[in-house]
């Protein structure tokens, strides 16, 4: 220079005025790379430059380093690392993954790095002075964790005992989107809204053997995953039945009790009782029902259940009444060892063989008392009773089992009309 200078240096403070030649200070505020330019006063187009560090010797102070997301990566697995204020010379840079270092890098500056997708925790990044090791600074960046494959699960839905509903789990596709769910047994794909993680299906009893359930995201179809799920093995239905046994509360053995099986529980059952009366509906639920066939039902029936629900869901059973009891009756006759006409012989038939039965003669005399399984009996009628007397015959164990008969004493004829009584 050749006159005064103009001195600016470097670190945004006004510019000074300074001599030709000589030493000129200057106190620094701020550590770190600073650019000095000397420009003649007279002549500004006559300029050097000089390169200093502050603090001046030791590589510009502390060395710093900082690490950010690099804006250029969406998916923030990119780290962009600044360092400054290191001594003249290289540096290196390890990013804590485990790569080798990158070493020549300039003692400040800006790079950048990728991570793999298994870092998925925080990264310390070291720089270091490759003149002086002592002189290094650290960073820390975590990279967002990759987004996860998309996935499916399926097991067993356990509100369905039968096993044959597949209970799903989605994991892994965008949260923005809907999923097709194809679930391998031929039915039309279903598609979840987005943000659905579950899903269930129930497969028909037709289908069998493992099935192979497939998710694909509805904008992006190499978003996909697939599951097996093997539906329980159907269990065969019964078929309805219904059985049939005389009712142990009907000696008679004229009254049918049924018993109903694998019906529809939530639906009634119409029994026809094969005697031409009006079917009977036994209420859902039902297992059981008595029928008495009336005295003049003889013969095999055919007794016809049938679900209200489901008409194709019926049995048929047998049943034969026993033939209905011959209704009491007695008939009296003149006693042949009797001359006079005026003892009567009675015979029993249809009274319960294991009562008693009571006789009374007509004549005012008491009743008398014939043993439970005697068919036969007399009476002998005072001389003066001539005229016609009816013979009242009663089961003493039932006593709407009764018969009549009449007798004239003194008359040899043939037997008296037998009358008969019903039940």
């Given at each position: 220079?050749?006159?005064?200078?103009?001195?600016?240096?470097?670190?945004?403070?006004?510019?000074?005025?300074?001599?030709?030649?000589?030493?000129?200070?200057?106190?620094?505020?701020?550590?770190g790379p600073k650019t000095i330019k000397v420009s003649?006063?007279?002549?500004?187009?006559?300029?050097?430059?000089?390169?200093?560090?502050?603090?001046?010797?030791?590589?510009?102070?502390?060395?710093?380093?900082?690490?950010?997301?690099?804006?250029?990566?969406?998916?923030?697995?990119?780290?962009?690392?600044?360092?400054?204020?290191?001594?003249?010379?290289?540096?290196?840079?390890?990013?804590?993954?485990?790569?080798?270092?990158?070493?020549?890098?300039?003692?400040?500056?800006?790079?950048?790095?990728?991570?793999?997708?298994?870092?998925?925790?925080?990264?310390?990044?070291?720089?270091?002075?490759?003149?002086?090791?002592?002189?290094?600074?650290?960073?820390?960046?975590?990279?967002?964790?990759?987004?996860?494959?998309?996935?499916?699960?399926?097991?067993?839905?356990?509100?369905?005992?039968?096993?044959?509903?597949?209970?799903?789990?989605?994991?892994?596709?965008?949260?923005?989107?809907?999923?097709?769910?194809?679930?391998?047994?031929?039915?039309?794909?279903?598609?979840?809204?987005?943000?659905?993680?579950?899903?269930?299906?129930?497969?028909?009893?037709?289908?069998?053997?493992?099935?192979?359930?497939?998710?694909?995201?509805?904008?992006?179809?190499?978003?996909?995953?697939?599951?097996?799920?093997?539906?329980?093995?159907?269990?065969?239905?019964?078929?309805?039945?219904?059985?049939?046994?005389?009712?142990?509360?009907?000696?008679?053995?004229?009254?049918?009790?049924?018993?109903?099986?694998?019906?529809?529980?939530?639906?009634?059952?119409?029994?026809?009782?094969?005697?031409?009366?009006?079917?009977?509906?036994?209420?859902?639920?039902?297992?059981?029902?008595?029928?008495?066939?009336?005295?003049?039902?003889?013969?095999?029936?055919?007794?016809?259940?049938?679900?209200?629900?489901?008409?194709?869901?019926?049995?048929?059973?047998?049943?034969?009444?026993?033939?209905?009891?011959?209704?009491?009756?007695?008939?009296?006759?003149?006693?042949?060892?009797?001359?006079?006409?005026?003892?009567?012989?009675?015979?029993?038939?249809?009274?319960?063989?294991?009562?008693?039965?009571?006789?009374?003669?007509?004549?005012?005399?008491?009743?008398?008392?014939?043993?439970?399984?005697?068919?036969?009996?007399?009476?002998?009628?005072?001389?003066?009773?001539?005229?016609?007397?009816?013979?009242?015959?009663?089961?003493?164990?039932?006593?709407?089992?009764?018969?009549?008969?009449?007798f004239t004493p003194g008359t040899a004829a043939a037997p008296s009309t037998v009358a008969r009584?019903?039940?």
């Amino acid at each position: 220079m050749a006159g005064p200078t103009t001195i600016d240096w470097g670190d945004g403070s006004a510019p000074e005025d300074g001599p030709e030649t000589g030493d000129v200070t200057h106190k620094y505020a701020t550590d770190g790379p600073k650019t000095i330019k000397v420009s003649d006063k007279a002549d500004p187009t006559k300029t050097t430059t000089v390169e200093v560090t502050i603090p001046i010797g030791d590589g510009g102070g502390t060395p710093t380093a900082s690490a950010v997301a690099d804006t250029s990566d969406p998916a923030g697995r990119t780290a962009k690392l600044t360092w400054s204020a290191f001594p003249e010379g290289n540096v290196s840079v390890t990013w804590g993954d485990g790569i080798p270092a990158q070493t020549g890098q300039p003692a400040s500056g800006t790079l950048t790095h990728a991570y793999a997708a298994e870092a998925v925790d925080e990264q310390t990044i070291t720089v270091t002075s490759e003149a002086d090791a002592t002189k290094k600074a650290t960073a820390t960046f975590t990279p967002t964790a990759p987004a996860p494959e998309p996935s499916v699960t399926a097991e067993a839905d356990a509100g369905d005992e039968s096993g044959r509903t597949a209970a799903i789990t989605l994991a892994g596709f965008p949260a923005d989107d809907a999923v097709s769910l194809d679930w391998g047994d031929g039915t039309t794909a279903e598609t979840v809204p987005a943000g659905t993680t579950t899903a269930k299906h129930a497969y028909a009893a037709g289908v069998e053997g493992e099935q192979t359930i497939t998710a694909t995201s509805a904008t992006d179809a190499t978003k996909k995953a697939t599951a097996e799920f093997t539906p329980k093995a159907a269990e065969p239905v019964p078929e309805p039945s219904v059985t049939a046994a005389a009712d142990e509360g009907d000696a008679t053995g004229r009254t049918v009790a049924v018993t109903l099986a694998d019906f529809p529980a939530d639906g009634a059952v119409s029994v026809d009782w094969g005697d031409g009366s009006a079917a009977e509906e036994v209420p859902a639920g039902t297992t059981t029902a008595t029928h008495a066939y009336a005295a003049e039902v003889e013969g095999e029936q055919t007794i016809t259940a049938t679900s209200a629900k489901d008409t194709t869901k019926k049995a048929t059973a047998t049943f034969t009444p026993q033939p209905a009891a011959a209704a009491p009756s007695v008939t009296a006759e003149p006693d042949a060892a009797d001359t006079t006409g005026h003892t009567a012989t009675i015979t029993l038939a249809g009274f319960p063989a294991d009562a008693a039965v009571s006789v009374g003669w007509g004549d005012g005399t008491a009743a008398e008392e014939i043993a439970a399984g005697t068919t036969t009996g007399k009476h002998a009628y005072a001389a003066e009773v001539t005229t016609e007397q009816t013979i009242t015959a009663t089961s003493a164990g039932d006593a709407a089992k009764t018969a009549t008969a009449k007798f004239t004493p003194g008359t040899a004829a043939a037997p008296s009309t037998v009358a008969r009584k019903k039940k």
